[in-house]
């Protein structure tokens, strides 16, 4: 059962396989048995799981079910959700219940799905390794001594580990596709303003992205179609049609142009996963394809740019965990800056102070048109290079991280962990979607090929990366732990 | 030494939007605390803004109304800083591209002479909500329901030279915001506030003096008294050779003065940047050319149409548009009687009068405009004279019948102009009177005039005061002398 | 640009984070360190080149001024740390 991808789950519970509170109790007990090491939920939500999939059942016995009903998914603990504790792995917000739901769960809920619980994460969504989180740091499901990259690090744990066929997870600056790289799974993020941000947790509002993560481009088709479109409460989502994202998914490829950006195979590069993003592009030749390079020639910017942007909102973002009306408060505040202080330095980690006081610094006085105005600049050419190489090819194909999961632990210096996310997060500035699919191996540890379309080109992005699955069996390859019955 | 006053003002009005800016919360006053405060004025983890059109096409109006551009596009930014009644520990306003660019305001000073005040923009923002002082065991209680109300906030440049220029200006925004209806002005409740900067400088000197700001006064009159202490402040300190201080002064209407707020920290650098949760305004030519074409006549324009089409003073034409409601109302009357100076005289006249006695806002009248309008027609046609028309006014005041034409039924006071029974009444009163007739008679011709007043009074109130009084005069006149 | 203590110390201050001494030596370093590597912005002549910020030209949708929300007082006080008649507790504000 749980080795199934979602598609295959959805066909066994129409054809009454197995119901959808067997499947729930089935993934429960994996939970159960394999979390405690694995670390990837923060909670489980047992009770409201088997409630859902109960209704579930009940709507497929009333020939009332849903393509998606009854089936099982998680949420990365960033996405509010009513009744539950909703933390962004800080302790700032560990005793936070949310009073609703976000827009995703809203329509997840709508849609029949069966919510598992809430994966664990970087705190804030600030990080590359799923290390800064209060909840404990996540394994790599491949290899418990590598981290399984962040900030959806739970989300992607969890979908490799068979403890769930699908996941939600958010992307700002690479945060669904390089842990989806790392855990040897498939991750989509999509164009910014086509999923609402509405109860999301904010970390950097124009950077953020929700996405799903599942082992198949074909069941991110399908999540997607669910999660997308127009919401009145959100501003920045966009109102533009959703289409069905798996009618294009069996497309012939033939005449497909790729682009493989010169910057994106250079210094830094390891080696073997450049070799295995070589070869997954000459599959594609094999599909019909032709290759072309091209130059993204501002890419070595994107990480300074990203990092005067994103800290400078999230310093304000965050400026509402005050210990007022929520979250962590001090005991015995003495006083309205001591209850600010005191609150905010207990409930905050490391990294989150880090960039609360880089934002803070390059918005204050005197620094502003250094840094925040240099940087929108810097965006918009890094929005013009794609644009550019768009009219020249329809895809973008390149690693989605320089290197295959790293060691936990190994990167103790912020600055080098930040240059881990080279390649995923110009994508966030231009605000384009992309999506990482399982193209080989470095040892024990997968590799992931990055596919970035231009924006709202989902419906090729995930065309394309269904195909290569058709041709190749890297998404089907699964850790020990995944084969372990329970 | 003589010194010149410099002041500026910034007004925050609050716009009479039902819904919140950013949120679906209602803005009613006075509901319990934090009822009102809906997850998105809490700020609650994940949630999001999005704006309401009213609140931008009351910006507008009023953008218009000063005739001041708009611009095509604005933008919301973040002020950033912390207090307990800004949930989100940013107020989003427009620091850098406001909704309404440059305008001018045209204000009337006391000797009925007018000055233009150059506005440097409006912006919208949000409200924050109250902090509440009383006892909580030493604690402070937070109540957000204000949170998230439009404000349109209206900075002026340092165009005004006195107190009561600055008290003008202010008046002459409260009139404008009312007449488009996009306030209720209420300045008890908070629906209009000022915070007000204060220099002063050498006559002659180019070059400002340094200012102080005096926060969140919320009267016409503590304007003018906060700003008269605060000169005479700031004139007694460089006149004893002291230095004027930049920084934000409360003033206390008990004390009547102005005192430096308690610096709680270092100076404030509030890290504007554009709010990446709203994206930018864009305002279509149509779409304003609509607003503007929909625009009520405004004070000024009224002012000047009462004038010079009505016929009416200056000061006349001056009060009878200060307020929106005053203008309808006079304008209702004038239309009903069909004698502007009659209806401006009886509105500013006995109207005033009554409702300045019982503290009521002339919307809330108890005599219709129609009702008034009419009582007047009366009078213009004869129907009643004077004396009765203030009966009738009284008895309308009082709810004693709906129409003018109503109450002089119901109280028999349409005016006698029958000679025949004048002249009965005259007759009787004569007789009735021998003496003073006797006194009449035997006085020298030139004092009777003055004697003959105690016979109209007899006569008048015989016809219960609907008699004729000119007629009376006459032929009282007539009767007596031919007794003589 | 290198970073001074008393500028940590500053944005620490700005952004209500009690810092101590040894955390703030440590930022101090830290965002020296970011700040460098942002710095390398500063080589990219930008001239003309209009801020960015969004990545999507689009424009705000107006929202119709609707009362939408109802009184969740209760459900949203749930979470919160002190709270008495309705209200929310802080420290004393001294004005």
Known sequence: ?486 | MQWETVIGLEVHVQLATRSKIFSGASTAFGAEPNTQACAVDLGLPGVLPVLNEAAVAMAVQFGLAIHAEIPEVSVFDRKNYFYPDLPKGYQTSQMYHPIVGAGEVEITLDDGSTKRVRVHHAHLEEDAGKSLHEDFHGMTGVDLNRAGTPLLEIVSEPDLRSAKEAAAYLKAIHSIVTYLGISDGNMAEGSMRCDVNVSVRPVGQEAFGTRAEIKNVNSFRFVERAIAFEVERQIELLEDGGQVVQETRLFDPDRDETRSMRTKEEANDYRYFPCPDLLPVVLDRAYVDHLRETLPELPADKRARFEKELGLSAYDAGVLSASREMAEYFERVKDVCGDAKQAANWVQGELSGALNREGLPIQHSPVSAEALGELIARVMDDTINGKAAKQVFQALWNGEGASADEVIEAKGLKQVTDSGAIEAMIDQVIADSPAQVAQYRDAEPDKRGKMIGYFVGQVMKASRGTANPQQVNALLKEKLDALC | MALEHAEVMRAASLARLGLNDDEAARYVDDLGRILAMVDQLQSLDTEGVAPLAHPLDATQRLRADEVTETNHRDDFQRCAPAVEKGLYLVPRVVE
């Not at chain 1, 519970?13 to 994996?30: I, K, N, P, W, Y």
């Not at chain 1, 960033?78 to 329509?107: H, Q, W």
């Not at chain 1, 490799?160 to 600056?173: K, S």
């Open chain 1, 1 to 486: 059962m749980h080795d199934k991808t979602l598609s295959e789950l959805a066909v066994a519970l129409e054809a009454g396989e197995f119901s959808s509170r067997e499947l729930t109790e089935h993934l429960l007990a994996r939970i159960e048995r394999l979390d405690g090491d694995l670390n990837s939920f923060i909670t489980v939500t047992a009770e409201q799981a088997l409630a859902a999939a109960d209704a579930a059942d009940a709507a497929r016995a009333a020939g009332k079910a849903g393509p998606l009903d009854g089936l099982p998914l998680a949420l990365k603990d960033i996405f509010c959700t009513r009744g539950v504790k909703t933390s962004a792995g800080s302790r700032m917000l560990d005793n936070f219940v949310a009073p609703y739901d976000a827009t995703v769960v809203e329509r997840l809920k709508a849609a029949g799905t069966v919510s598992l619980g809430k994966t664990n994460m970087d705190e804030f969504a600030m990080g590359s390794s799923n290390e800064n989180s209060f909840h404990g740091p996540v394994k790599n499901p491949w290899d418990p001594t590598a981290v399984p990259g962040g900030s959806s690090g739970g989300s992607a744990a969890a979908v490799a580990a068979g403890l769930v066929p699908a996941a939600m997870g958010t992307d700002t600056g690479g945060s669904i596709r390089q842990p989806a790289a790392f855990c040897g799974i498939t991750g989509l993020k999509p164009t910014y303003g086509r999923v609402s941000r509405y109860g999301i947790i904010a970390y950097a509002s124009s950077l953020d992205q929700a996405g799903p993560m599942a082992r198949t481009a074909e069941d991110c088709a399908r999540l997607l179609g669910a999660i997308a479109g127009h919401d009145l409460r959100d501003s920045t989502s966009v109102a533009r049609g959703v289409p069905d994202y798996t009618e294009e998914l069996e497309a012939p490829l033939t005449g497909l142009k790729i682009g493989l950006p010169r910057e994106y195979f250079g210094d830094g590069l390891d080696p073997e996963v450049e070799a295995a993003v070589r070869e997954a592009v000459k599959v594609y030749e094999s599909l019909g394809a032709s290759v072309s390079e091209v130059s993204l020639p501002h890419t070595h910017y994107a990480i300074p740019a990203y990092y005067v942007i994103a800290p400078a909102e999230a310093s304000s973002n965050l400026s509402r965990y005050d210990g007022v009306r929520f979250g962590h408060r001090c005991d015995n505040p003495q006083d309205l800056i001591d209850l600010y202080e005191r609150s905010r330095a207990e409930g905050f980690g490391e990294e989150v102070k880090r960039r609360i006081l880089i934002g803070t610094h390059t918005l204050s006085e005197g620094f502003f048109d250094a840094y925040y105005k240099k940087a929108q600049q810097v965006r918009r050419l890094i929005r013009q290079d794609f644009l550019d190489a768009f009219e020249e090819v329809d895809v973008l194909m390149g690693p989605a991280s320089p290197t295959p999961a790293f060691d936990l632990g190994a990167n103790k210096d912020p600055v080098s962990m930040y240059l881990q996310d080279i390649y995923t997060i110009a994508v966030n500035l231009a605000g384009l979607p992309g999506i990482s699919v399982p193209a080989g191996f470095v040892g024990r540890r997968p590799v992931g090929l990055q596919i970035l379309g231009t924006h709202f080109a989902e419906a090729r992005l995930l065309n394309v990366a269904h195909r290569f699955q058709q041709a190749t069996d890297w998404h089907r390859r699964r850790p020990a732990i995944a084969e372990e019955n329970v």
